[in-house]
């Protein structure tokens, strides 16, 4: 709750009576001053020549001097009470009308406030295109719209730099490992030492591509559309995770939990972007965990939103670290198993497609050990619906 105060609207309302109640207030104190100083003269006439009527004469004007004062007292006293209840009613009045004028000259502000809410990243092609006198708040409504068009024209070229690199930089990775093929398929016995040469640089050259691939997908979630959106199961998404990375869970002897993954827990967006955000929780639970140790997924749904919660085993952590592990290259340390393997992606790209459709990755470091990721994403319309 904002005090009402605060609003620029209440702010030009509060000035415009202050002004109109201190001006009043003035008036107010001057007129009463000037009634009160004013001296009623009693004309003498003609006096009485014997002393009984002169004494009679002087007590008649002495009563009528007191009633005189009582009333002018009377009077102003009937004045300061008038002018008081003028002043508490045109004071109420002039909120009233203050309100009323601050909220038509506002009225401007709140229709580029409103439809500056309403532009997002989908639609800056969309301008405010405010119509008027070439006022404060055209200028204001302009100088937003000229934003608009920078920000559409960077958001342009990292679309366009992204669909580039895509090509670009993979047909070098792609000329290598061709070449490194020609190499080891020459006739003949090859050099031990260059067997293994050509191991670690094969090595390298899949590192480098799952690097490559995961910047080019966090740009294209940060930078690009969600293109084709529809219903996805948020269960099959995480049972095709556990089922690609089987392998790597028998070799570990990790225990998977999945008890809590909800038949019914959908939500709307880019299948292919959802499915990675999957697959990236459940490789950090895989490569990230202690051998023999265990990892629980779990699929729930509320009202208007489903939640996916991936959590694992392993040694303590402390939460300052695990705040920083959805930052790009961002990695605990070492002592973990397969840190190595990582890029230090897979959590920030969580957490752009969370945020892409309209979620929010939330990480917890477990006070048992291990780590809690749960990722919290609007409910399909339709199957909460149904």
């Known amino acids: 709750m904002r005090w009402p105060g605060r609003t620029v609207g209440w702010r030009f309302t509060l000035l415009y009576a202050s002004v109109f109640l201190a001006s009043g207030f003035g008036l107010l104190v001057l007129t009463n001053l000037l009634a009160a100083g004013k001296n009623t003269q009693i004309a003498p006439g003609q006096l009485p020549q014997n002393q009984s009527d002169l004494a009679a004469a002087r007590q008649q004007i002495h009563d009528l001097q007191a009633r005189l004062a009582e009333a002018e007292a009377l009077q102003s006293r009937r004045l300061l009470v008038g002018s008081l209840i003028a002043l508490v009613v045109m004071g109420l009045v002039s909120l009233l009308l203050g309100r009323v004028i601050s909220g038509r000259v506002l009225r401007p502000l709140r229709t580029v406030t409103a439809a500056t ?22 200028d204001l409504a302009d100088t937003i719209d000229g934003l608009l068009a920078r920000l559409e024209a960077s958001f342009a070229a990292q679309r366009r730099f992204v669909a580039n690199a895509s090509h670009e930089l993979r047909t070098p990775l792609a000329t290598m490992r061709a070449a490194l093929d020609v190499a080891e398929a020459k006739p003949g016995p090859l050099p031990a030492q260059t067997a293994a040469l050509g191991g ?12 490559l691939d995961g910047l080019l997908v966090l740009a294209r979630t940060q930078h690009g559309a969600l293109g084709d959106q529809a219903p996805v199961a948020l269960g099959d998404l995480a049972g095709g995770a556990l089922a690609a990375r089987a392998a790597d869970i028998r070799a570990a002897g990790l225990t998977v939990d999945t008890a809590d993954v909800a038949p019914h827990a959908w939500t709307e967006g880019n299948a ?3 499915a990675r955000l999957a697959q990236n929780l459940v490789d950090n639970a895989v490569l990230h965990n202690v051998d023999g140790g265990w990892l629980r997924v779990a699929v729930t749904a509320a009202d208007g939103t489903v939640a996916l919660v991936v959590e694992s085993g392993g040694p303590v952590l402390e939460q300052a670290q695990v705040d920083r592990l959805a930052a790009p290259f961002q990695r605990l340390g070492a002592d973990r198993v397969g840190s190595d393997d990582g890029s ?23 006070p048992a ?4 990721a749960t990722v919290t994403l609007p409910r399909s319309r339709q199957e909460a619906a149904a």
């Open 344 to 366: 230090g992606l897979g959590l920030s790209i969580v957490a752009a497609v969370a945020e892409a459709h309209g979620g929010r990755l939330e990480l917890r470091a477990r």
């Open 369 to 372: 050990g291990g780590l809690r």
């Open 200 to 211: 670690r640089v094969r090595t390298e050259l899949d590192r480098v591509d799952r690097l």
């Open 117 to 138: 809410r309403r532009i997002s990243a989908e639609n800056l092609h969309e301008r405010l295109a405010v119509a008027g006198p070439e006022d404060e708040v055209k």
């Open 272 to 274: 292919t972007l959802l």
